[in-house]
Antibody, heavy 117, light 110 residues
Framework: EVQLVESGGGLVQPGRSLRLSCVASGFNFDDYAMHWVRQTPGMGLEWVSGITWNSDSIGYAGSVKGRFTISRDNAKNSLFLQMNTLRPEDTALYYC??????????WGQGTLVTVSA | QSALTQPRSVSGSPGQSVTISCTGTSSDVGGYKYVSWFQQHPGKAPKVMIYDVSKRPSGVPDRFSGSKSGNTASLTISGLQAEDEADYYCCSFAPTYTYVFGTGTKVTVL
């Protein structure tokens, strides 16, 4: 069974940092591109960042470029998102998603990040 | 990158067909064959229903179909059923390995 489990969310003050993790199981993690997608409570989806299987290609949404860094450790079946200089508008549920046949085949249940003083 | 434009809501009676549009630009929807559609029920993670404009993943009913013309992609749900009531989002690949989601559409089954 495919599982993606996110962790690392929480309440953080504006300007501070947070590191999200996503552990994958049930599929060959190192064959799959991975993404972070966020959703503000009651609002829509926003793609945040993506990384190819070998970290050759990395992309960021304009709203996070220069502040967030995506990375992966294929030996540990893990995906990360280092989030620096957090802003209130970064408050959201952060999903990790795996690209297989489609760009977003599998999704986790999300980890909630709240940026507030 | 601006969000792709979708209608806020569409509705239909059971058995009817509804179509959701997703309008972007030549830099995203119009420029690539990589448009996906997602279904999201309240409190649940999104689920891919259509990928690469018109392909259906295994297990997705053939009532769901996708197409594209120019800068606008469309999702059609034929034979609408109660369980189809959900939020739907489109998503397109865009330059330099980025993606952009649509604004989302609430489908209501009357």
């Amino acid at each position: 069974e495919v599982q993606l489990v996110e962790s690392g969310g929480g309440l953080v003050q504006p300007g501070r940092s947070l590191r999200l993790s996503c552990v994958a199981s049930g599929f060959n993690f190192d064959d799959y591109a991975m993404h972070w997608v966020r959703q503000t409570p009651g609002m829509g989806l926003e793609w945040v960042s993506g990384i190819t299987w070998n970290s050759d290609s990395i992309g960021y949404a304009g709203s996070v470029k220069g502040r967030f860094t995506i990375s992966r450790d294929n030996a540990k079946n893990s995906l990360f998102l280092q989030m620096n200089t957090l802003r209130p508008e970064d408050t959201a549920l952060y999903y990790c998603a795996a690209a297989g046949v489609s760009d977003f085949d599998y999704w986790g249940q999300g980890t909630l990040v709240t940026v507030s003083a | 990158q601006s969000a792709l434009t979708q209608p806020r809501s569409v509705s239909g009676s059971p058995g009817q067909s509804v179509t959701i549009s997703c309008t972007g630009t030549s830099s995203d929807v119009g420029g690539y064959k990589y448009v996906s559609w997602f279904q999201q029920h309240p409190g649940k993670a999104p689920k891919v229903m259509i990928y690469d404009v018109s392909k259906r993943p295994s297990g997705v009913p053939d009532r769901f179909s996708g197409s594209k013309s120019g800068n606008t992609a469309s999702l059609t749900i034929s034979g609408l059923q109660a369980e189809d009531e959900a939020d739907y989002y489109c998503c397109s690949f865009a330059p330099t390995y980025t993606y952009v989601f649509g604004t989302g559409t609430k489908v209501t089954v009357l």
